[in-house]
């Protein structure tokens, strides 16, 4: 993983190809949306903790197929509840949904890749500057 303080659970190819050198990325290539969720809880569960919303960004969850989300590399004894309730509520949201993605032509993913790089880039010098690294 990474030699950072922090690890990015990622479904998005621009943000491995982007951070990969740098920043220690989690790609999951064939999860959807909801599945990166998922697995970004199964990390809570297992005494991660999220460092950036897993719903970020103007981008309602059921428009996009591409979601980046920061967590501490470094394991806890215990479960974050903070970190546990914010990934249920970002899956509930995205479950009482009834809107639901339509097949999108390259360019618009390659558009939803580079917002979700956007929002993970951003959130790269706070990491940074809390002491994440």
Not at 36 to 44: A, N, Q, T
Not at 57 to 80: H, L, N, Q
Request: hydrophobic share 40%.
């Amino acid at each position: 993983m990474s030699k950072k303080a922090y690890i990015v659970v990622t479904n998005n190819p621009l943000v491995k190809e982007q951070l990969d050198e740098t920043v220690g990325v989690c790609y999951f290539s064939e999860d959807s949306h909801r599945d990166l969720l998922e697995r970004v809880r199964d990390f809570v569960h297992k005494g991660y903790r999220i460092l950036t919303h897993p719903l970020a960004g103007s981008v309602k969850p059921w428009e996009t197929p591409y979601r980046s989300v920061m967590i501490t590399a470094k394991r806890e004894e215990k479960t974050d509840l903070f970190s546990l309730e914010m990934i249920e509520q970002a899956i509930f949201a995205l479950e009482k949904s009834k809107a639901r993605p339509v097949t999108l032509n390259e360019k618009v993913l390659a558009d939803f890749q580079i917002v979700d790089f956007s929002l993970i880039q951003s959130a790269l010098p706070s990491a940074e500057a809390h002491g994440q690294h």
